[in-house]
């Protein structure tokens, strides 16, 4: 379940060709979950319960955390799950945090 405010339900091709441009996606599955199903081609995983944590770091922190540039307010952001109910989760708490 792929989720981003402007389409709340994307394909996978139309995450692929999003990806294109400087989206940042970012798994919200357990880690288990990426270990056992394998992790999405230039992803970040940041699973669901420490989402709200991250979003709020140090932009240094998160980089050392999470390998990866923390996200501006007004980047475009992508969350996946598995079937979609936390991806829509994330959304909301993304949203709520001032993310457009």
Same mark, same amino acid.
């Given at each position: %379940?792929?989720? +981003? /405010?402007? *389409?709340?339900? =994307? $394909? ?16 919200? @599955?357990? !880690?288990?979950?990426?270990? !056992?199903?394998?992790?999405?081609? +230039?992803?970040?995983?940041?699973? =669901? %319960?420490? =989402? ?21 307010? $007004?980047?475009?952001?992508?969350? $996946?799950?598995? *079937?979609?109910? @936390?991806?829509?989760? /994330? &959304?909301?708490? *993304?949203?709520? &945090? %001032?993310? $457009?």
């Amino acid at each position: %379940g792929l989720c +981003a /405010a402007e *389409a709340p339900d =994307l $394909s996978y091709q139309e995450l692929k060709d999003l990806k294109k441009t400087n989206v940042l996606h970012i798994d919200v @599955r357990e !880690r288990w979950e990426v270990d !056992r199903h394998g992790a999405i081609p +230039a992803s970040v995983n940041i699973p =669901l %319960g420490e =989402l709200v944590e991250a979003l709020q770091m140090d932009p240094v922190d998160f980089k050392e955390q999470y390998k990866h540039k923390m996200p501006s307010k $007004s980047d475009p952001v992508v969350f $996946s799950c598995l *079937a979609g109910t @936390r991806s829509k989760q /994330a &959304l909301g708490v *993304a949203t709520s &945090l %001032g993310f $457009s």
